[in-house]
């Protein structure tokens, strides 16, 4: 887990507010995914981005999220008018330039919806 | 899509007892990973294995990468109190920036 950074660690939002996680990869690294975890089960993919570029977005729902990895800064995950459906641990995880398959993760984000 | 199946899904064991863990998967991958994912904490990459028939251990833990290429043991040795956590498995079709699928973990329990 050491390098990547997400913030928040918890996030707690009332129905019909919005979310943003915010994922900084590790020094160095120029890809980063973002996976959805509900209780005992698996990461979920949702996205995956190199900076200023969405590479796969096939598992993001297509309404009310998004996900962007400027050229400075965060990859920020935003969620719009959330639901109580979008609780779960969001996590961000990244890899350096041409060896994708290992993925650094972070800490997670835990959101709740009230 | 790729599925893959990861078992058991639970274990308790007593400290000191030998632990295996499995994934299958319904189609060919060419890399396996596992992860192992501490509560309110993310996935800690433990073992990667590139190669079909390849053995890797880290420590108390081996993995070996089916010669299918279908599926992926974890074994752990001697279990101890901190192995509590649970435990996920990785496959990709291809090198490169290919997106990984996660098994369903399995959570494993060690009573001292």
């Known amino acids: 887990n050491a390098g990547v950074m997400q913030n928040p660690r918890h996030l707690v939002r009332r129905r019909g507010q919005e979310a943003r996680l915010r994922c900084s990869p590790m020094k160095g690294h120029s890809h980063v995914y973002w996976y959805r975890q509900l209780p005992e089960e698996g990461l979920k993919f949702m996205v995956y981005?190199?900076?200023?570029?969405?590479?796969?977005e096939s598992g993001m729902p297509k309404e009310r999220f998004s996900a962007e990895f400027p050229k400075e800064g965060p990859s920020i995950l935003r969620i719009q008018q959330v639901v109580r459906g979008d609780s779960a641990a969001y996590f961000c995880a990244s890899s350096p330039l041409g060896t994708g398959d290992i993925q650094y993760f972070g800490a997670g984000t835990r959101l709740s919806v009230l | 899509g790729q599925q893959l199946n990861q078992s058991p899904q639970s274990m308790f064991i007593q400290e000191g007892e030998d632990v295996s863990m499995n994934c299958t998967s319904s189609?060919?991958?060419?890399?396996w990973l596992w992860y192992k994912q501490d509560p309110g904490e993310g996935p800690v990459l433990l073992i990667a294995l590139y190669k079909a028939g390849e053995l890797t251990s880290n420590g108390r833990l081996t993995a070996q990468f089916g010669i299918t290429r279908k599926d992926s043991f974890l074994n752990i040795s001697a279990s101890i109190p901190s192995d509590v956590g649970i435990y996920f498995c990785a496959g990709s079709a291809s090198g490169g920036s290919y997106i990984p699928t996660f098994g369903r973990g399995t959570s494993l329990i060690v009573h001292p």
């Open positions: 981005l190199q900076k200023e570029n969405i590479i796969d």
């Open positions: 189609s060919i991958f060419n890399t």
